[in-house]
């Protein structure tokens, strides 16, 4: 079984060098970013992708590091690493790939997946570590939402981390930075406490919201993040780690863009 799924993939997968993506603006009717990849130091990222349409569709995934530069990712049952990594899927065909954790250092950042096509899907981070194994799933997420929200959970020994990205390229002039405001409010609507500060193009952030807000701790409540420059998008999600070091995903909420 292992040895025809390898040959499977090598027959769909197709390793390409970096290119430029196409500037999306606006996509209606598909989710296009991993807000967080992680793999190495007993991380794995595995993503699962569907083709939904009625025809052969293919999408390229592009990997970024944190700091908004190419990254060339390992997949397992593939022998070279690639930044960027192309798909091509039948009717109904769908796909896992997953991240081969061969660097014993946890390396974090993002995905992005263009397509022309109706490619959609999901990720699964996995935590394998001494005495531990857990699991959590998160789908897409828009490449251009302007006010989210992310609830957060910060009592008795819980802490919730939040992974968030700009996907907005660089344009040739003017700025795509983000303008990023974040707000905690109390579970009655009590704002906890707020701060702003900036996110460039094609870069990610990821942090506890204890470590990087300790007013947060020993609080429950819903996270709003705002991009208020109006210069470009985010995406995000969010991981609720539990006492035992057992995690669970966190899906954000937001209005269509449209609506703004």
């Given at each position: 079984?292992?040895?025809f ?173 983000a303008t ?15 701060d ?26 819903v ?7 109006g ?30």
């Amino acid at each position: 079984m292992g040895k025809f799924c390898a040959v499977m993939l090598l027959g769909c997968l197709h390793l390409l060098g970096q290119a430029d993506r196409t500037e999306k603006v606006y996509q209606t009717q598909w989710d296009n970013v991993l807000p967080q990849v992680a793999d190495g130091g007993g991380w794995t990222t595995r993503i699962w992708l569907v083709n939904m349409g009625n025809s052969q569709a293919t999408c390229k995934l592009y990997f970024y590091k944190a700091d908004g530069s190419a990254w060339n990712v390992s997949l397992k049952g593939q022998g070279q690493a690639s930044s960027v990594w192309t798909i091509s899927l039948p009717v109904g065909g769908s796909m896992f790939i997953e991240t081969a954790r061969l660097d014993p250092h946890t390396t974090e950042g993002w995905a992005y997946m263009e397509t022309t096509n109706w490619i959609s899907g999901m990720a699964s981070f996995i935590a394998d570590w001494s005495g531990m194994y857990a699991e959590g799933v998160v789908p897409f997420a828009p490449e251009n939402d302007v006010k989210l929200f992310i609830p957060f959970d910060n009592r008795n020994g819980y802490v919730t981390s939040v992974a968030l990205v700009n996907p907005y390229m660089p344009p040739a002039q003017g700025s795509r930075t983000a303008t990023v405001r974040v707000r905690f409010l109390d579970t009655d609507g009590t704002l906890i406490l707020a701060d702003t500060f900036q996110l460039g193009p094609l870069k990610h952030t990821a942090f506890g919201t204890t470590d990087r807000y300790p007013a947060t701790l020993g609080r429950n409540g819903v996270m709003e993040i705002t991009e208020t420059s109006g210069n470009a998008g985010l995406s995000a999600l969010g991981l609720l780690f539990s006492p035992r070091g057992t995690f669970t995903s966190i899906h954000s909420v937001s209005i269509d863009p449209h609506y703004f």
